[in-house]
């Protein structure tokens, strides 16, 4: 039997300290904040989006970095065995579109109340309001960790499960990768992820609120295709948001510092540029004598109607019986290639997840352990790990939680 430390109380880290309590390790949870699991109480909208329901082989799919390496992790602990254990645990769940699973009772809080049932069913010691301040390693072992408060606490094995840098009032500082670094590991490029885009349109603002639902979207640079997808997406006051936004700057987070790319949206994505032209003449002939301005309300949500009318560049006093072929041509290509020019990511404080993180290549896929420190494991978000939005970055979270939990001999 070890002495065991999980530096945080997130997803990783109580999933790390509940598998290894099971195996009959003391074990110790320090978390620097006033409770457990901050940032799950926040997730999926305050829901939780525990898992994905998806094939095992799936997920891999779903994970934008090093995916490979989580081949253990998910076969050592799967989707199927997240589920398992919620509701073995009494937790009802259910899948929604997407095969996204949550809680059926809508609330992220019962979530973690069956995570806190499991960490005390195994008698896992969990200490609040605990910084660690530093690891302590002697001839590459691990012998413990040094509290802000200057006292040190011993043991063999240490999990660091620390986050990353998104959502900084949960707690997630980058105490990880401070670790990591002087514990002799690299850390690489830490970027946002899953995160909100700006756009350089000033008339953006005029769409502030404004939801486009079943829309499809075009990224490029240098008109080199980058990314497409179809779905949901939000306007903000400075750019573009809701989870087809998210998901897509995690597929161009390379281009980070490459910017500016241009996106174009497809408004009526059901529609091929033909039947457009065809329903656009259908609604002119029914408000031939009517202004333009008035007769594309059938089109278009309201809050979208003076931007259209001002992007179309036709005048909106005009009467549509006046509006030529070629005018109304380049009104159906403004709908389907509805166009943006995304100028930067928002920052970490908006940011889902942190893209970048300890580097894989130092760490056995098979246990979680540094191949430079004994008795060291790294697990989650401080990884160099993403996926996309679906439950796939929980998923990772709780993988690899378990496989660093149940390596610990």
Same mark, same amino acid.
């Given at each position: 039997m070890s002495?065991v430390i999980?530096?945080?109380?997130?997803?990783?880290? *109580?999933?790390?300290?509940? %598998?290894a309590?099971?195996?009959?390790?003391?074990?110790?949870?320090?978390?620097?904040?006033?409770?457990?699991?901050?940032?799950?109480?926040?997730?999926?909208k305050g829901?939780?989006?525990?898992t994905?329901?998806?094939?095992?082989?799936?997920?891999?799919?779903?994970? *934008?970095?090093?995916s490979?390496?989580?081949?253990?992790?998910?076969?050592?602990f799967?989707?199927?065995?997240?589920?398992?254990?919620?509701?073995?645990n009494?937790l009802?769940?259910?899948?929604?579109?997407?095969?996204?699973?949550?809680?059926?009772?809508d609330?992220?809080?019962?979530?973690i109340?069956?995570l806190?049932?499991?960490?005390?069913?195994?008698?896992?010691?969990i200490?609040?309001?605990?910084?660690v301040?530093?690891?302590?390693?002697?001839d590459?072992q691990i012998?413990g960790?040094?509290?802000s408060?200057?006292?040190?606490?011993e043991?063999?094995?240490?999990?660091?499960?620390?986050?990353g840098?998104?959502y900084?009032?949960?707690?997630?500082?980058?105490?990880?990768y401070?670790?990591?670094?002087?514990?002799?590991?690299t850390?690489?490029?830490?970027h946002?992820?899953?995160v909100?885009l700006?756009?350089?349109?000033?008339?953006i603002?005029?769409? %502030? +609120?404004?939801?486009?639902?079943?829309?499809?979207?075009?990224?490029e640079?240098? +008109?080199?295709?980058?990314y497409?997808?179809?779905?949901? *997406?939000?306007?903000?006051?400075?750019?573009?948001?809701?989870?087809l936004?998210?998901?897509?700057?995690?597929?161009?987070?390379?281009?980070?510092?490459?910017?500016?790319?241009?996106m174009?949206?497809?408004?009526k994505?059901?529609l091929t540029e033909? %039947?457009l032209d065809?329903?656009?003449?259908?609604?002119?002939e029914?408000?031939?004598?009517?202004q333009?301005?008035?007769?594309v309300?059938?089109?278009?949500?309201?809050?979208?109607?003076?931007? *259209?009318?001002?992007?179309?560049?036709?005048?909106?006093?005009?009467?549509?019986?006046e509006?030529?072929?070629?005018?109304?041509?380049?009104?159906?290509?403004?709908?389907k290639?509805?166009?943006?020019?995304?100028?930067?990511?928002?920052?970490?404080?908006?940011?889902?997840?942190?893209?970048?993180?300890?580097?894989?290549k130092?760490i056995?896929?098979?246990?979680?352990?540094?191949?430079?420190v004994?008795?060291?494991?790294?697990?989650?978000?401080?990884?160099?790990?993403d996926? =996309?939005t679906?439950?796939f970055?929980?998923?990772?979270?709780?993988?690899?939680?378990? =496989?660093?939990?149940?390596?610990?001999?």
């Amino acid at each position: 039997m070890s002495n065991v430390i999980v530096i945080g109380g997130g997803a990783a880290g *109580m999933f790390a300290a509940i %598998q290894a309590a099971e195996k009959g390790h003391k074990v110790v949870l320090l978390e620097k904040n006033e409770k457990l699991g901050k940032k799950i109480y926040i997730t999926g909208k305050g829901r939780c989006n525990i898992t994905n329901a998806c094939d095992t082989e799936e997920l891999f799919q779903n994970v *934008m970095r090093n995916s490979k390496f989580l081949y253990s992790a998910f076969y050592t602990f799967s989707n199927y065995q997240v589920m398992d254990f919620f509701e073995q645990n009494g937790l009802r769940i259910k899948t929604e579109r997407g095969e996204r699973v949550f809680p059926q009772s809508d609330h992220s809080s019962d979530v973690i109340a069956v995570l806190k049932r499991a960490l005390e069913k195994h008698g896992v010691e969990i200490r609040l309001h605990s910084e660690v301040k530093e690891l302590k390693i002697e001839d590459n072992q691990i012998e413990g960790v040094i509290l802000s408060n200057g006292k040190t606490l011993e043991a063999k094995q240490v999990i660091v499960a620390t986050g990353g840098c998104s959502y900084v009032s949960t707690g997630s500082t980058g105490d990880g990768y401070r670790f990591a670094k002087e514990a002799g590991h690299t850390v690489t490029k830490l970027h946002p992820a899953l995160v909100p885009l700006e756009v350089e349109e000033s008339w953006i603002q005029k769409l %502030q +609120g404004l939801s486009l639902k079943n829309v499809s979207i075009e990224i490029e640079k240098d +008109g080199k295709k980058l990314y497409e997808a179809f779905g949901e *997406m939000l306007f903000t006051h400075y750019g573009v948001s809701g989870p087809l936004i998210l998901s897509a700057s995690s597929a161009i987070n390379d281009y980070i510092e490459k910017m500016p790319l241009q996106m174009t949206i497809d408004l009526k994505p059901a529609l091929t540029e033909e %039947q457009l032209d065809k329903r656009i003449l259908r609604d002119f002939e029914e408000n031939q004598n009517r202004q333009y301005k008035n007769a594309v309300q059938k089109l278009f949500p309201a809050k979208l109607i003076p931007v *259209m009318i001002r992007l179309s560049g036709i005048s909106p006093e005009k009467k549509v019986n006046e509006i030529t072929k070629e005018e109304r041509q380049h009104l159906v290509k403004m709908i389907k290639h509805f166009p943006l020019t995304l100028s930067h990511f928002r920052d970490f404080n908006e940011a889902i997840i942190t893209r970048g993180g300890v580097s894989v290549k130092q760490i056995n896929p098979s246990t979680m352990e540094s191949k430079l420190v004994n008795g060291l494991f790294f697990v989650g978000e401080v990884l160099d790990l993403d996926a =996309l939005t679906g439950g796939f970055n929980l998923q990772i979270a709780w993988s690899t939680g378990y =496989l660093a939990g149940d390596s610990i001999k």
